[in-house]
């Protein structure tokens, strides 16, 4: 799954946000996103994930602009393909553990009995199957970032997107969220791009994406294990 942006721009408005990005990501690479607040990291990341349309230039997905996709074809192309891992949670808070693990399968017609085996395979692969029933308040602040990736690994995504995961946690915590994502990575083949202005998050990139005031420039790390 590789991913290529060809002379991107994004605007608001009279604001240009991203100018002239050309980038491109190989299958199966563990890519940070570097860069100060404000540098354009979570645009960069929605415009790879299909949640914003860029102003010009190219997305090619797999050898596919999808820039030109539309409609339905649009929607099961990125729900298929990527899975997100947003800042804070957003977990539902009226559903389950196991219902916000599954919440993609509704949208997309899992049948229910399904759902219910995926969520708890994956639950147990991040070792959250013991919450499964609980709500999201009852959950520690570590289980709800197990349930964030069990979601977004739901579909089989080929793309897991991240934006900032260690925002607000303390060193520890932090290391152990990218390790999961590490692990994650590892264990499924995907193509992982974790946005963060963190430090410590480029020990365990093997790419790494600097985003300085909307320009983007790339770094391949050799790998130290
Ligand atoms: N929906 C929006 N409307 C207008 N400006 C936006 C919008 N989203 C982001 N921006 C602006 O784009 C710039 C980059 O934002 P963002 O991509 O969120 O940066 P980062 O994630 O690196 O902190 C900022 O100046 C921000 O104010
Ligand atoms: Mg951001």
Known sequence: MTIELKNLNKSYGKKSVLTDVNLEIKTNTFVMLRGVSGSGKSTLLSIIGGIEPATSG????????????????????????????????????????????ALMGCFAGV???ERHERAKKLA?????????????AEISGGQAERT???????????????????????????????????????DTNTTMIVASHDPMVE?????????QEGHVSSDMKAQED
């Open 58 to 101: 190219e997305v090619i997905i797999d050898g596919r602009n999808v820039s030109s996709l539309k409609g339905k074809e649009r929607v099961d192309f990125y729900r298929h393909k990527v899975g997100f891992i947003f800042q804070g949670f957003y977990l539902q808070p009226q559903l389950t553990i196991a219902e916000n693990i």
């Open 203 to 211: 020990k365990y990139a093997s790419q790494v994406v600097s985003v």
């Open 148 to 186: 964030c990736a069990a979601r977004a690994l739901f579909m089989n995504p080929e793309i897991i997107l991240a934006d900032e995961p260690t925002n607000n946690l303390d060193p520890e915590n932090a290391k152990n969220v990218i390790e999961m994502l590490q692990k994650i990575w590892r």
């Open 124 to 136: 147990e692969d991040l070792g959250i199957a013991d919450v499964l029933d609980r709500l999201p």
């Open 111 to 113: 049948p229910r009995a």
